[in-house]
């Protein structure tokens, strides 16, 4: 059954990278930026600062679910408290479980869904790899919502070559198998392409499982 909805998935040239064009319909995302609204009260969106530099990332983050991504000058972890409330996150809307138990193919649940917030010009992210995950062997899922953004996969070294894709407002992409180490990033992102997020930007839903399942 899995099996079918992950062969469902647009071949990209990368082995175990599928993109599910328009996966979410209007509806879907609505109701979404509805559940991120409130979650969004409950653990307010914050700017992260960079490993060491200190330095401000030019996007703003938070996240939903057991355990969630956090960078600060001491670095990259996982934590299950918001770093200015302290406030355990906010539970992974029950849509996202769904979406990623017909699309993962893994099968233990996401346990974080960090949300990534560009706003403006200058919002980015550069060419990184996601490894502080120990549960490597499950895939990535990302859903993008709002304004269309250019997104830059590549290979296992930074200095290899890439290859760019656009992902709109209800797009879907699981990065799995090999490709999961992938380096990647979000060169920018197109104004005004989108009406679903309230004053403009793109919004994007990483989840993840981060723990080895229980017997795994
Ligand atoms: C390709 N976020 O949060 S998600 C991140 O659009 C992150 O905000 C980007 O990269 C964003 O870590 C891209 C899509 C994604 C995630 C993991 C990948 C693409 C990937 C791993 C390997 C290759
Ligand atoms: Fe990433």
Not at 113 to 141: F, T, W
């Amino acid at each position: 059954m899995a099996r079918q909805a992950i062969d469902a998935g647009l071949e990209t040239g990368f082995e175990g990278l599928r993109l599910y064009p328009a996966k979410l319909g209007p509806e879907a995302q609505r109701s979404l930026i509805d559940a991120l609204r409130e979650a969004a009260r409950l653990a307010p969106p914050y700017r992260p600062r960079m490993p060491k530099t200190g330095q401000p990332w030019s996007i703003m983050q938070t996240n939903l679910g057991p355990l969630g991504w956090v960078s600060d000058p001491t670095g990259y972890r996982y934590d299950g408290f918001h770093p200015l409330t302290h406030e355990p996150w906010p539970a992974i809307p029950s849509a996202l479980l769904t979406l990623w138990a017909e699309i993962s193919g893994y099968d233990a649940p996401p346990e974080c869904c960090l949300v990534n917030i560009y706003r403006g010009e200058k919002a980015r992210m550069g060419l990184h790899q996601d490894r502080d995950e120990e549960a490597s062997d499950a895939p990535v899922v990302s859903i993008s919502l709002g304004d269309t953004c250019l997104f830059r996969v590549g290979g296992f070294a930074r200095s290899d070559k890439t290859k760019s894709f656009r992902l709109a407002s209800g797009d879907v992409l699981v990065l799995g198998g090999a490709s999961r180490m992938r380096f990647h990033g979000v060169d920018r992102v197109h104004p005004g392409t989108s009406q679903l997020v309230e004053g403009g930007g793109r919004l994007n839903l990483t989840l993840r499982r981060v723990t080895k399942p229980l017997g795994q």
